[in-house]
């Protein structure tokens, strides 16, 4: 049995914050059934369709953006901030939580504020360089940070003392066999076994940019037996696909099993989203990456370490257009050798134990 008799977990708005907290989540009950998980969640955010079925308890909170731009200055943290940390407290007291441990978004920074009123431990988990701002203000709370990726105390000072734990991957996608999955996955979705896959996802929101281009290629990859998986992304207007294609072309709004995309493909077409450049580097999938191109650079940071070691490309959102995508994915998933090495490179990079390494973190957090 572990140090923990109830936790509070915070981390949402978008699949990137909220998934590591499911994993995480999974990874504490299997280790310590008695605990007793709390999560908070905004109204609106998608931890509302991704936690409840999971069988944890989720607690909304007023929600109330930060402005990028904030001083970090607590003395003028707006009101509204502190009515949902006293919402946030609320819950902590109810669950006698030992201690709050946030992935980031805005849900964590009323959770931040009331741990750190109640001289609580706090464990931040951040994924991102540069960190996202609700755990840049939870930093000043706490010196208990991890993070997913070696490059990021490198990168950025406010992450330099922060312990590399990797990222908290689910169950599905961390214990992944492709090979193994590959031939039920395909049947799955009406792909043959006998044609390479790409897969197309662009984060948990989808990418139109992205969605575009390879609807744009659609014809010259089926004209040379390039079968497609793609997720659009289910808050996108789905881009019309030619319907006459000699080979599979399979559209689908969004993927909870998102293991079984994987195990279909040969090459993955994603943004750089930190937890998608986590899971592919995990499973070892080779991976051209196109970063969202409007947030600071971040998503290119994420990927470059992985395309640095071999196990993907990266291309500019810009140069997203169908001939770039013909003239690349088609020579490359037609060559085995060339994937299978740099899928090699990917999982080199990749870990798949984040939720265990977290875990201990929490623990000796705790009991320090
Ligand atoms: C535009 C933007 O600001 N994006 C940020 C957001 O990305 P975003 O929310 O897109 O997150 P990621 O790419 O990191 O993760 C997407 C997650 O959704 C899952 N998934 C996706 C599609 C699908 O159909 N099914 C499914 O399960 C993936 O397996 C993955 O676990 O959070 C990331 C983590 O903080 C940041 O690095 C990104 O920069």
Redesign the pocket.
């Known amino acids: 049995m572990g140090p923990l008799r109830s936790v509070v977990l915070a981390g949402g708005g ?4 909220v ?1 590591p907290l499911l994993a995480f989540a999974d990874c504490l009950r299997r280790h310590d059934p008695g605990v007793r998980i709390t999560c908070l969640g905004t109204p609106r955010g998608m931890e509302n369709d991704l936690i409840p079925p999971q069988g944890y308890d989720l607690r909304p909170i007023p929600a109330y953006q930060l402005p990028r731009s904030i001083n970090m200055n607590l003395v003028r943290t707006p009101g509204r901030m502190w009515t949902a940390a006293r919402a946030a407290g609320k819950v902590i007291d109810e669950v006698q939580a030992d201690a709050v441990v946030g992935f ?1 978004g805005y849900v964590s920074v009323p959770a931040y504020l009331a741990a750190w009123r109640r001289e609580m431990p706090i464990v931040i988990h951040e ?2 360089v540069p960190p ?1 701002v609700a755990n840049r203000l939870g930093m000043k709370f706490t010196k208990n940070v991890a993070v997913g990726f070696p490059h990021q105390p490198q990168q950025a000072e406010s992450l330099r003392d922060a312990r590399v734990v990797g990222v908290p991957l ?1 169950r599905s ?1 961390a214990g992944l066999d492709r090979a193994a999955l590959r031939d039920a996955a395909r049947a799955r979705f009406g792909l043959r076994p006998d044609l390479p896959v790409l897969f197309v ?6 990418a139109r940019s992205i969605n575009l281009a390879v609807a744009g290629a659609a014809k010259e990859l089926a004209r040379n037996g390039v079968q497609v998986l793609h ?1 659009m ?2 808050r996108n207007e789905p881009v019309p696909i030619p319907t006459d294609l000699p080979v599979p072309y399979v559209t ?1 709004p ?3 099993e ?1 293991e079984l ?1 994987y195990a279909a493909a040969d090459l993955m077409l ?10 592919v580097a995990a499973i070892g999938l080779p991976t051209i990456f196109v970063p ?1 191109p ?2 600071n650079q ?2 290119k940071r ?1 990927a470059l370490p992985v395309v640095e070691a071999g196990g993907g490309l990266l291309v500019d959102d810009n140069e997203m257009i169908p001939a770039w995508l013909e003239r690349t994915v088609i020579p490359l998933i037609r060559d085995p050798h060339r994937l299978a090495a740099m899928g090699t490179a990917a999982a080199a990079y990749g870990r798949r134990d984040g939720d265990v390494a977290l875990l201990n973190f929490v623990y000796e957090a705790v009991a320090r």
């Open positions: 978008t699949g990137g914050h998934y980031g994924v991102n996202g689910r996608i996802a662009g984060g948990s929101s989808g997720v992304g289910a689908l969004y993927l909870s998102m995309g994603a943004r750089g989203g930190a937890m998608t450049v986590a899971e969202y409007h947030s971040e998503q994420n």
